[in-house]
Nanobody, 115 residues
Framework: QVQLVESGGGLVQSGGSLRLSCAAS????????MGWYRQAPGKQRELVAT???????NYAGSVKGRFTISRDNAKNTFYLQMNSLKPEDTAVYYC?????????WGRGTQVTVSS
């Protein structure tokens, strides 16, 4: 089992920055990829960014160049640095961890960007 706990959401003005954190615990050795997803009201959950165990990253086109996913293996934590935030980035952000047998999700953290 893997447990994920997000933190760092909040309210920010357009153009501002936030950093989300996701602390992983449990069977972290089994994780081969981690990611951030988001879900806005009335919309489906969508991929924001992923990072593999080998450090390869992938970003949604809408956030490329503004968001950066990273990890700190010593702290079992991964991050999403969000810069130049836009109102359309408003959503609940979820962290995700993939193992060979199961996907794990955090409970989500709200990010609200005011115009």
């Amino acid at each position: 089992q893997v447990q994920l706990v997000e933190s760092g959401g909040g309210l920010v003005q357009s153009g501002g920055s936030l950093r989300l954190s996701c602390a992983a615990s449990g069977s972290i050795f089994s994780i081969y990829a981690m990611g951030w997803y988001r879900q806005a009201p009335g919309k489906q959950r969508e991929l924001v960014a992923t990072i593999t165990k080998g450090g390869n990253t992938n970003y949604a086109g809408s956030v490329k160049g503004r968001f950066t996913i990273s990890r700190d293996n010593a702290k079992n934590t991964f991050y999403l640095q969000m810069n130049s935030l836009k109102p359309e980035d408003t959503a609940v952000y979820y962290c995700n961890a993939e193992t060979t047998t199961k996907s794990y999700w955090g409970r989500g953290t709200q990010v609200t960007v005011s115009s």
